[in-house]
């Protein structure tokens, strides 16, 4: 500061240190006693980058003008000094060999590594995976290796002819979501863990008893009740009694759904209250308007949004949905705000994720919902379809949110609509019920 209270520059702060960078001659202050700020970053990339022959490979190329050019130099210098991905390229460089998404998979499953894939496919380095569940089959290989053999020997035709074809199946019919390959772990891990529990308590699986059951579901998280999946399995194949695992869904249905005033109060919140940041904003009015998860709304594109003369849509799924203008105003707000250099084939999130090239993480806008908002997923999804079922027949609940017919008769039923009359009214006349006909 100068003595008008000013910022002025080192030489003219009267401080005697030398201010100009060998790197690039510049009057700044200077990093390691030599080179300034953006001077360091670039020598700290390139060591990076160079690998035994002393080059930086073509395939990293990408990654290098990713970290000079696309960051700032205090972005960089962050992301250089503590980002665990940084740690795993490192190694990967250091090796010599071109990297491959086998190499990665080979590697400890983990958000380092998840980072990277990010980065090397934001960059060019890699292909983009054709349907994101590579990575399964592989990491399937190594968790087994760690298990006993009995257990391994017992757990493999479930874990591949089982979760991962349908998995695939169904990514094949509805397309890959980001929690897929997360789920299809965890319920592999999952049968896993009952079974270890078993072994240590000296029986087979063919031993084992409803106590048995009940006992290590109780003894753990309420994920445990995804065994269910296995012991099916299990007993189709008569490897295990008719064993059963209680569901919460049903049951809990109507206790888990949020009171009519309490959403109108917490939607209010995200229509007015601009303390709150945008994307929550937009994201819990999803929630509680059209009962959207957190998987879906991560998914929407800036393309997903239509402005025309009768409004602004939405497309959650097959049909445009017609947004009030409160919501359209923010929505529209936060797709100006979107990224719009994104690497060849990435749509332009609306939630972008502060991965290059990604959406936002499901399980993080859950959590961001909760904690800021005070909207539970659950509770506030389903006050939004009660309150959509009581004034829309089933199946137009589904077509509108893509829900299944199954799941969007339970929510009528729910709120004791009968929907008979309109879906006679629609055999008869379809195009009469159908909008897209005019």
């Known amino acids: 500061m100068g003595e008008d209270g000013d910022s002025v520059c080192g030489p003219c702060s009267g401080d005697g240190r030398?201010?100009?960078?060998?790197?690039?001659?510049?009057?700044?202050?200077?990093?390691?006693?030599?080179?300034?700020?953006?001077?360091?970053?670039?020598?700290?990339?390139?060591?990076?980058?160079?690998?035994?022959?002393?080059?930086?490979?073509?395939?990293?190329?990408?990654?290098a003008t990713f970290l000079l050019q696309d960051n700032t130099a205090e972005q960089t210098h962050v992301v250089l000094n503590g980002a665990g991905w940084i740690h795993v390229l490192r190694d990967l460089v250091a090796a010599g060999d071109p990297i491959t998404h086998g190499m990665l998979d080979a590697l400890p499953h983990?958000?380092?590594?998840?980072h990277l894939r990010t980065i090397l496919v934001h960059t060019g380095a890699l292909d983009a995976q054709a349907d994101g569940l590579e990575s399964l089959s592989p990491w399937l290989r190594s968790f087994l290796a760690g298990l006993s053999p009995k257990t391994a020997q017992l757990l493999r035709p479930y874990a591949s002819w089982s979760v991962l074809l349908r998995t695939r199946?169904?990514?094949?019919?509805?397309?890959?979501?980001?929690?897929a390959p997360k789920y299809a772990r965890t319920r592999i891990e999952t049968?896993?863990?009952?079974?270890?529990?078993?072994?240590?308590?000296?029986?087979?699986?063919?031993?084992a008893t409803q106590h048995d059951?009940?006992?290590?579901?109780?003894?753990?998280?309420?994920?445990?009740?995804?065994?269910?999946?296995?012991?099916?399995?299990?007993?189709?194949?008569?490897?295990?009694?008719?064993?059963?695992?209680?569901?919460?869904g049903r049951e809990g249905l109507a206790e888990n759904v949020l009171g009519e005033d309490e959403r109108w109060v917490l939607l209010r919140r995200c229509l007015r209250d601009d303390s709150l940041a945008l994307r929550l904003r937009v994201a819990g009015a999803l929630v509680l308007?059209?009962?959207?998860?957190?998987?879906?709304?991560?998914?929407?594109?800036?393309?997903?949004?239509?402005?025309?003369?009768?409004?602004?849509?939405?497309?959650?799924?097959?049909?445009?949905?017609?947004?009030?203008?409160?919501?359209?105003?923010?929505?529209?707000?936060?797709?100006?705000?979107?990224?719009?250099?994104?690497?060849?084939?990435t749509p332009a999130w609306l939630f972008p994720s502060t991965r290059p090239g990604a959406h936002l993480y499901p399980g993080r806008l859950s959590t961001a919902l909760n904690q800021k908002l005070g909207i539970f997923i659950r509770p506030g999804r389903g006050a939004a379809l009660a309150a959509l079922a009581a004034d829309l027949p089933a199946a137009v609940l589904a077509d509108l949110l893509g829900l299944s017919v199954t799941t969007a008769t339970r929510w009528s039923a729910l709120v004791a609509r009968d929907n008979a009359a309109y879906i006679a009214a629609r055999i008869e006349s379809p195009d009469a019920l159908n909008p897209r006909t005019g």
């Open 18 to 63: 030398n201010w100009v960078c060998d790197g690039c001659g510049q009057v700044d202050l200077l990093i390691g006693g030599t080179q300034c700020l953006a001077c360091t970053t670039t020598t700290r990339v390139r060591v990076l980058l160079t690998g035994p022959d002393g080059q930086i490979t073509t395939q990293l190329q990408g990654v």
């Open 110 to 114: 983990g958000n380092r590594v998840g």
């Open 213 to 248: 059951i009940d006992t290590w579901i109780g003894l753990g998280a309420t994920t445990r009740r995804r065994v269910r999946d296995f012991l099916r399995w299990a007993h189709a194949r008569g490897l295990s009694a008719d064993l059963q695992v209680r569901w919460l």
């Open 191 to 207: 049968a896993a863990h009952l079974l270890t529990f078993l072994q240590d308590n000296d029986r087979t699986l063919a031993e």
């Open 169 to 179: 199946h169904r990514g094949a019919r509805l397309g890959i979501t980001a929690n």
């Open 289 to 345: 308007l059209y009962g959207q998860i957190p998987t879906r709304v991560v998914e929407l594109t800036v393309d997903s949004l239509i402005s025309s003369q009768t409004g602004t849509y939405l497309h959650l799924k097959d049909q445009p949905v017609l947004l009030p203008p409160p919501l359209a105003a923010l929505a529209l707000e936060l797709a100006a705000l979107s990224p719009r250099q994104q690497s060849a084939g």
